[in-house]
């Protein structure tokens, strides 16, 4: 099985500035099969990104993906009050398809 | 706009089998571009994926859960379904149904159901 860490548990940052989220997998995740969720308070996920750096439909450019092999990022590049949540990566290269334990954005 | 709606009783008794439905509308479930999943999260804790289903009953488990898994799915009524059975307190969770596919073919969970928190307690 994959294991997705996220770093950091929590980033502090304030609305406008640029938030990077870390993804590092166990083992390299083939065909750059990861993806990464936007969840709010009592909502269900929200996807932003798959295959690593593709924004799904209606995704803001402000998120951006990259990365490949073990290392994967997600870059906001100013933040809106809106984006104030927890943020999830995925990997779907390998049965079972696993999670991160998510990086909450909180607003410093 | 495609909508999913997870349905079942929010509370199980230890040992018994948790049983969930996701009515799927504004689509259909027998499309050949997607898959559907079951996915949870226990309170605090990070998302776990249960398993998917394709429209022609092809099914993919999580190994940590095969055994104790059967998602199926209705075509005619446009629904999927879950069953986990010999459950414990551990299967506490926010259970949530959604779609594997975006409209363009491309991967990822597009589109998900509001999810139902279900209790294991006697």
Redesign the interface.
């Known amino acids: 099985e994959i294991v997705l860490t996220q770093s950091p548990g929590t980033l502090s940052l304030s609305p406008g500035e640029r938030a990077t989220l870390s993804c590092r997998a166990s083992q390299s995740v083939s065909s750059s ?1 990861l ?1 990464w ?1 936007q969840q709010k308070p009592g ?5 932003l990104i ?2 690593a750096s ?1 924004r ?2 209606g995704i803001p450019d402000r998120f951006s993906g990259s990365g490949s092999g073990t290392d994967f990022t997600l870059t906001i590049s100013r933040l809106e009050p809106e984006d104030f949540a927890v943020y ?1 990566c ?1 990997q ?1 290269s390998t ?8 990086t909450k954005v909180e607003i410093k | 706009q495609l909508q999913l709606q997870e349905s079942g009783p929010g509370l199980v008794k230890p040992s018994e089998t948790l049983s969930l439905t996701c009515t799927v509308s504004g689509g259909s479930i027998s499309s050949s571009s997607y898959y559907w999943g079951w996915i949870r999260q226990p309170p605090g804790k990070r998302l776990e994926w249960i398993g998917n289903i394709y429209y022609s009953g092809s099914t993919y488990y999580n190994p940590s859960l095969k055994s104790r898994v059967t998602i199926s799915v209705d075509t005619s009524k446009n629904q999927f379904s879950l069953r986990l059975s010999s459950v414990t307190a551990a299967d506490t969770a926010v259970y949530y149904c959604a779609r594997w596919g975006g409209d363009y073919g491309d991967y990822g969970f597009h589109y998900w159901g509001q999810g139902t928190l279900v209790t294991v307690s006697s």
């Open positions: 099969y993806a969720y909502q269900a996920p929200r996807l798959y295959d593709s799904a439909t999830y995925q779907y049965s079972p398809w696993t999670f991160g334990q998510g």
